[in-house]
């Protein structure tokens, strides 16, 4: 069965600071990628997805995330964070080859300090 | 559209009542998720309903808990009896297919005195 992995469960960074958050997956041959943030009190929100296409994904509010078949990743990326970016991150994963549930990672908490 | 729509926001009850939240879809989603969100356990996922039909019901905690989808704009998850351990925040999701993006409510924030 398919599982994410986020090993970071909390990344500190400051501001104007690059950040990385990690997300690898059970190899699988065909999958759909998702990255979601949940600010505080609210619901998840679509950052940005893989389906096909380039590997390189850009989503809302600056964000990138690449997809790496061979090391099962699809790690988040932003080059200058903003305390507006302090929230939780999931990454998510649907399997193509398996049951199409979308599997979410345990999330990271992105702390932004000034 | 106005995206998923869940009430109420916050309840709180007391051990041993009744609790009912409610979700109204996105138009034109086939499939509804319902989610719990704790800080033990993260966010779990309980049951989806694909055209008002339940396909998985595996994340269902155990008999206290039931949902239903009688039509295609209206989906209950009911807690009964309720107890402390039920407290957590309740996501409400749909999409228009199974590996498709979910779109979430706000949830319900749940407190079971």
């Known amino acids: 069965a398919q599982s994410v992995t986020q090993l970071d469960s909390q990344v500190p960074v400051f501001e104007e600071a690059p950040v990385e958050l990690r997300c690898n997956y059970s190899?699988?041959?065909?999958?759909?990628l998702f990255w979601y943030v949940q600010y505080p009190n609210q619901g998840l929100q679509l950052l940005l997805k893989?389906?096909?296409?380039?590997?390189l994904v850009k989503g809302i509010n600056g964000f990138e995330a690449e997809f790496n078949k061979s090391q099962t990743s699809f790690h988040l990326r932003k080059p200058s964070v903003h305390i507006s970016d302090t929230a939780e991150y999931f990454c998510?994963?649907?399997?193509?080859?398996?049951?199409?549930?979308?599997?979410f990672g345990t999330g990271t908490r992105l702390q932004v300090f000034p | 559209d106005a995206g998923v729509i869940q009430s109420p926001r916050h309840e709180v009850t007391e051990m041993g009542q009744e609790v009912t939240l409610r979700c109204k879809p996105i138009s034109g989603h086939d499939y509804l998720f319902w989610y719990r969100q704790t800080m033990m356990r993260g966010l779990e996922l309980l049951i989806y309903?694909?055209?008002?039909?339940?396909?998985?019901d595996s994340g269902m905690p155990e008999d206290r808990f039931s949902a239903k989808m009688p039509n295609a704009s209206f989906s209950t998850l009911k807690i009964q009896p309720s107890e402390p351990r039920d407290s957590a925040v309740y996501f409400c999701a749909s999409s228009l297919a199974l590996a498709n993006e979910q779109f979430f409510g706000p949830g319900t924030r749940l407190t079971v005195l």
């Open positions: 998510a994963v649907s399997d193509r080859d398996d049951t199409d549930k979308l599997i």
């Open positions: 190899s699988s041959v065909s999958v759909y």
């Open positions: 893989y389906l096909s296409g380039s590997t």
């Open positions: 309903f694909n055209n008002n039909v339940p396909i998985d």
